[in-house]
């Protein structure tokens, strides 16, 4: 089936600040094919927004191989084109121990989701962006420039995708654009799948830390997702955008 509308590909678009970008998108009058493993999320998802626009549900683990490639198949089965990525599927557990309880297979599977992963979406999607003169979004953290202990095996994945972008908007261009989100404390509690999904609750305090002076949305980073992968931002490659509310430029001492 082959569509008018611009097409994206979006990872882990059944939860979380994934599933905003889809439902963005969505709004900004795209086509969105959401990757999830997680079937009931992404399903629910599909469902959900269908009358926002074309938006098609594709079970896929990021961190294996023959499940991406069959993603990126199918997004070009359907829709005919793929004009962006957004590489947002992640997790942190269960790599969180101390380093010298950290079990390999640990480390491995949450290098394999966050990092692997993203390598995969591009190397399989990367002659169709082309095609389109598209753009390529990854979401990486504040945790790549600041860490809490025991958390080496993430902070590790989302310094690699920092590079990981830069790296890739030097190769790519100037036909595909290449830029990186690294979010800060981003609230999801509402937009997980329904049976987890709550109201936020949040004290003063969690609110007065940020400079900003509120805990991040998922909103904050689909809005900016989107710009990035519009024509508006032609000149724009190879960046790392930090949305955090002002946190990583705060200096902090116990008094």
Request: hydrophobic share 40%; glycine share 10%; aromatic share 6%.
């Amino acid at each position: 089936m082959t569509h008018d509308r611009r097409v994206a590909l979006v990872t882990g678009g059944g939860q979380g600040i994934g599933k905003c970008i889809v439902r963005h998108l969505l709004g900004h009058g795209m086509a969105v094919v959401i990757a999830e493993i997680d079937v009931e999320a992404g399903g629910e998802a599909e469902e959900s927004f269908k009358h926002l626009g074309p938006v098609r549900f594709c079970e896929t683990d990021v961190s294996n191989e023959a499940s991406v490639e069959s993603a990126v198949h199918q997004t070009i089965e359907h829709f005919g084109r793929l004009d962006a990525l957004v590489n947002n599927a992640g997790i942190a557990h269960p790599g969180n121990a101390p380093v010298h309880e950290l079990r390999l297979e640990d480390w491995n599977r949450v290098i394999g989701i966050n990092l692997t992963g993203m390598f995969l979406c591009v190397k399989h999607s990367v002659l169709h962006l082309r095609r389109a003169r598209g753009a390529i979004v990854n979401i990486a953290s504040t945790r790549a420039l600041q860490s809490e202990p025991n958390t080496e095996a993430y902070s590790a994945t989302k310094g690699g995708v920092l590079a990981f972008t830069h790296a890739l908007a030097m190769s790519l261009g100037p036909d595909i654009r290449v830029n990186c989100i690294s979010p800060g404390w981003i609230d999801v509690s509402e937009w997980k799948k329904s049976r987890f999904a709550k109201k936020p609750h949040f004290t003063e305090q969690d609110h007065a830390q940020h400079p900003a002076g509120r805990v991040g949305k998922p909103e904050d980073i689909a809005t900016l997702a989107a710009f990035l992968i519009s024509d508006e931002a032609g000149f724009v490659t190879g960046q790392n955008f930090i949305v955090d509310g002002g946190m990583t430029k705060k200096m902090i001492y116990v008094e």
